[in-house]
């Protein structure tokens, strides 16, 4: 079994900041991959943020220079700060984390339940 639990959304004001943190646990083997998408009412999900193991990131364009992406491997933890938040940002956060679970032979993508990000203008 594994769980993939996000947390940190909530309802702040443009401008203001969040901290979404979302922790793996279970049999795992190794975590490669992880990342946040985000999916607002009516849209498809989208990649916000991924790093890879060894701390290489990769943004979406529309949010460089107000998210940053971090992760503590020893905690299997990844991190996204958010700053300069804008009513376009307002969406289900989603973490996606590439896990090779004990018994499962390979690596495959499991996914966070969601949190909920709303900025008010």
């Known amino acids: 079994q594994v769980q993939v639990v996000e947390s940190g959304g909530g309802l702040v004001q443009a401008g203001g900041s969040l901290r979404l943190s979302c922790v793996a646990s279970g049999s795992i083997l190794s975590i490669n991959d992880m990342g946040w998408y985000r999916q607002a009412p009516g849209k498809q999900r989208d990649l916000v943020a991924a790093i890879t193991r060894g701390g290489s990131t990769n943004y979406a364009d529309s949010v460089p220079g107000r998210f940053t992406i971090s992760r503590d491997n020893a905690k299997n933890t990844v991190y996204l700060q958010m700053n300069s938040l804008k009513p376009e940002d307002t969406a289900v956060y989603y973490c996606?984390?590439?896990?090779?679970?004990?018994?499962?032979?390979?690596?495959?993508?499991?996914w966070g339940q969601g949190t909920q990000v709303t900025v008010s203008s």
């Open positions: 996606n984390t590439r896990m090779w679970l004990r018994g499962s032979g390979g690596f495959r993508d499991y």
